[in-house]
């Protein structure tokens, strides 16, 4: 969800004794009405004992929480180490880099190293780099995104295969009949000895594009068309249904581990936050129907979908809008997931508190390292893996070779 979710307004308290009362002056004049939210779950743990509301116009990810298919984690965000307000006010701590810019976070997101602003790679992609000797042959990589390139999914040894949500990559005229002349010159071209070094890496990516673009489509064209309902006119629907055909296609492609990558923008709402509850629905329509296609693919239990968003907002208002702030809650939808659940600390919403910045700015009390870890280990990285490998930085926050999932939002025997 790029450009920070202002995710205080999609899941809030609302009991009344504390958590609303709490909420509303602490939101001021960007506080929705307690009627916009509908309680799910049980209270928090005591001594907490708050009880929590989504937005009314996410019902299709209240349907799969109340199902048991998604849970929260809440207040997540980038993090080297553990820190307190104390040592940011005295500048002891070690903070990611760029904190509160969209360009920085967004790259701490995707890389998993907060410390780093020109990583080689991101987490899926150096997780792509462990698992990918589980699937077939195959010219199409398992990474697939929708969303255009990606740092994410860019790993050292695997690709990406890129492509839009209406169509079908395919390297433009190269299949057209009138230009076989000069389809057959390419390829000629293509097949040459090349003496210089970029030359030759041109000529072989180039031969690899054409075909695995022409795998990837035979795959699809293979495969008996999604039966799910999409919204058309909903741009995330649309990326999920080609998620959804992509998935269908995994016995043709050779694959038994996937990556995808999808993004909605428009979340940074320094104004304009009056279109944040459309923008809600808008996700909790397209994750339902998601959803419901692996259901009627009966994979509803293999594969996973989560949320990133560059960070939270702050809690008091900028006029009709936000500022950027840090930690936010995300959610986790399928079978595979321990539903119907919040994980992590749900902050408490009194200004001033000892999680807060400035204005509602929340520390993360669950890091990305920790969120990601959990995903990792489903997939089936190792827990030493995981550690060295795809998210180093855990080690500042969880022992997860001696202690095993450091949130525990997964189903792991499955």
């Known amino acids: 969800l790029a450009g920070g979710n202002d995710s205080f307004n999609m899941l809030a308290p609302v009991d009344a004794l504390q958590g609303y009362p709490e909420y509303l002056a602490a939101r001021g004049d ?33 349907a799969l929480f109340d199902s048991g298919k998604a849970s929260f984690i809440n207040n997540v965000g980038t993090l080297v180490e553990p820190v307190t307000k104390l040592g940011i006010q005295n500048q002891s701590a070690n903070l990611p880099l760029g904190l509160y810019s969209h360009s920085d976070q967004q790259l701490h997101w995707q890389s998993g190293l907060p410390t780093n602003r020109s990583p080689l790679n991101g987490w899926g992609g150096r997780l792509a780099d462990l698992l990918d000797d589980l699937n077939g042959e195959s010219q199409v990589s398992m990474n697939v995104s929708l969303a255009g390139t990606n740092l994410f999914q860019s790993g050292g040894s695997t690709s ?19 230009y076989r002349h ?23 990516s180039k031969k690899a594009a ?12 293979s495969q008996d068309p999604i039966i799910t309902e999409f919204n058309t006119s909903n741009s995330l629907a649309v990326q999920l249904k080609a998620v959804a055909e992509t998935i269908s296609a995994r016995g043709a492609l050779s694959k038994r581990r996937q990556t995808f990558f999808v993004e909605l923008g428009g979340w940074d709402h320094h104004n304009g936050l009056d279109d944040h509850p459309a923008m809600l629905g808008q996700v909790s329509e397209a994750v339902g129907q998601f959803y419901q296609a692996m259901v009627d693919l009966e994979l509803e239990d293999q594969v996973a979908l989560f949320t990133a968003s560059d960070f939270g907002r702050t809690l008091t208002p900028n006029g009709n809008g936000t500022d950027h702030a840090w930690g936010g809650h995300q959610f986790v939808v399928g079978g595979c997931v321990d539903g119907g659940k919040f994980f992590g600390d749900y902050p408490s919403l009194d200004l001033g508190n000892d999680l807060d910045t400035g204005r509602g700015r929340f520390i993360p009390t669950t890091s990305v390292d920790q969120y990601v870890a959990d995903l990792a280990l489903w997939m089936g990285v190792s827990a030493t893996n995981v550690r060295d490998l795809v998210v180093p930085n855990l080690t ?8 095993g999932p450091p949130v525990g939002f997964m189903k792991m025997g499955g």
């Open 30 to 62: 960007v506080a929705l009405p307690e009627t916009d939210f509908t309680p799910i779950g049980d209270a928090l743990p005591s001594p907490d004992g708050r009880k929590l509301g989504l937005n009314i116009e996410m019902p299709e990810l209240k």
């Open 160 to 178: 990406v295969l890129s492509r839009s949500a209406s169509s079908v990559p395919e390297i433009r005229l190269w299949n057209r009949w009138v």
């Open 182 to 204: 000069k389809r057959a010159a390419q390829e000629s071209i293509l097949d040459a000895q090349y003496q210089n070094a970029f030359e030759r890496s041109f000529a072989t």
């Open 210 to 221: 054409i075909a695995a673009s022409a795998e990837y489509r035979a795959a699809l064209d």
């Open 396 to 403: 500042n926050f969880h022992d997860v070779v001696e202690d």
